[in-house]
């Protein structure tokens, strides 16, 4: 074993020395720079395979079916991440073990930028047959197993160093990449579908953002290499808060917090979906309106979300986190019982729906990072925050626009509110039952 820790040890090593030439060495807002780095190029990847799912998938991989089903198919597909995401999670913490951080992180995201890459490269069902779905199943699972090894508890790293009064800033910070990640995927889709014809963007066109995952993922790389060798860090991990324990230990011995976490930022993942990924897929299958156009609406509303999650993190600090937490869970409640009927009131209904929707988001996701970090005991934080946000991403948004749209088709829009609904309702009764998690965040 000695022999495969060296492995990336002089890198490691080297990195040090380079970094220790700076007379201060790298402050806590670099981190959080490399965190929102790393986190906008792991969102810009899953937001690109899930435009996809909506307005290409459907006739290059399923031209055999209907559009809707086309959809559905494309979205159990896309569920397929989040149900391997634990599996990657198991596998390349035993390489962190035996190899290092920066050999894990380093296998992580070429594996996650080559099966991002590999999309751009997909041949149709008129090629291949039915080994297009099965090509596409693969790169997808590939995505997942590396989502769950680029995990580095940079998370819990901001929100254990932060002091008392400022816990629910840092904790915001890592949160911001996502609708970054949102920005950047979907105004490469408009670009590509306002100035190609729908031949030509069905044809080559939509590839494009998917090469650009790689580059990303490269620079999302170098930033975090930065970051695991920071003194900081490296404190961190001798301290044994950020040491990867065995997986199956500690589902064993901490499955009560996993669970509880799991459930407690249930509200804002679901929501993460049903504002994201959902609308769009509602609005190309069931109203005349220029995707490009919405495509641009939900740029905007990324944008606003980015400012909702800032005030979440001054909010946090002011009433205490768990509080925000519960307040934005019953808001989500309500918006779940009337929201998604706005989708079906023109223009103005959308807009609507969109930006108080990400506006919501914002305010909540923008918390619901390590929410029960401190309630693990040193030796299985890392590994637990781990799974925590495995299993809170599987519960809450897996399966979110597959259920969503699936309900929409058969009952109505207001029927899609209920899986919202069913999220609201998770993350209440887990800050309700767990009176340990409610002593830590206020």
């Not at 069931?286 to 001054?314: Q, W």
């Not at 807009?351 to 299985?380: E, H």
Request: with cysteine; net charge neutral; glycine share 10%.
């Amino acid at each position: 074993m000695a022999q495969s820790i060296a492995s990336s040890a002089p890198l490691e090593r080297d990195a040090r020395v380079l970094h220790a030439q700076d007379e201060h060495g790298v402050n806590p807002g670099e981190i959080a720079i490399g965190v929102i780095i790393g986190r906008t190029s792991e969102f810009f990847d899953f937001f690109v395979y899930a435009i996809a799912s909506v307005l290409v998938f459907p006739q290059i991989v399923f031209p055999q079916l209907d559009r809707v089903s086309g959809t559905l198919w494309s979205f159990g597909l896309f569920a397929l991440a989040f149900i391997a995401r634990p599996i990657g999670t198991q596998l390349f913490m035993r390489i962190d073990r035996e190899l290092g951080r920066g050999t894990k992180l380093t296998i992580a995201l070429f594996l996650l930028g080559t099966s991002t890459v590999a999309m751009a490269f997909l041949p149709g069902y008129a090629s291949v047959g039915i080994f297009s779905p099965l090509l596409l199943a693969a790169f997808r699972i590939g995505q997942g197993l590396a989502l769950g090894g680029a995990w580095d508890g940079l998370a819990s790293l901001l929100a254990l160093n932060a002091p008392d009064k400022k816990r629910g800033w840092w904790a915001m910070v890592p949160q911001i990449g996502a609708p970054l990640g949102l920005i950047v995927a979907a105004g490469l889709f408009a670009f590509a579908l306002g100035t190609l014809s729908p031949e030509d963007f069905l044809s080559w066109g939509w590839r494009y953002p998917f090469f650009v995952a790689f580059a990303l993922n490269v620079v999302a790389l170098f930033a975090r290499l930065r970051i695991v060798v920071t003194p900081e860090y490296t404190d961190m991990f001798k301290s044994r808060e950020l040491t990867p324990s065995r997986v199956t230990a500690t589902l064993k011995t901490q499955w009560r917090n996993i669970v509880i976490g799991a459930f407690a930022p249930l509200a804002s993942f679901a929501l993460f979906h049903m504002v994201t990924v959902f609308p769009l897929s509602w609005v190309a299958l069931n109203t005349s309106e220029n995707i490009t156009r919405f495509l641009l609406i939900e740029m905007f509303g990324a944008t606003v979300c980015v400012g909702a999650i800032v005030a979440s993190g001054l909010l946090a600090d002011r009433i205490g986190r768990r509080s925000l937490l519960g307040y934005t869970a019953a808001a989500i409640a309500v918006f779940s019982g009337f929201a998604p009927q706005l989708l079906d009131a023109g223009y103005v209904g959308e807009a609507v729906f969109m930006i108080s929707g990400f506006i919501l988001l914002g305010l909540s996701f923008g918390q619901s990072s390590g929410a029960v970090t401190s309630n693990f005991p040193k030796r299985a934080r890392y590994t637990g925050a781990a799974l925590t946000s495995d299993l809170a991403w599987l519960f809450g948004a897996g399966f979110a626009p597959l259920a969503a749209l699936v309900l929409a088709e058969e009952f109505g829009l207001v029927a899609a509110g209920t899986y919202l609904l069913s999220g609201a309702v998770g993350t209440l009764v887990a800050l309700g039952l767990n009176k340990e998690l409610a002593r830590r965040l206020d």
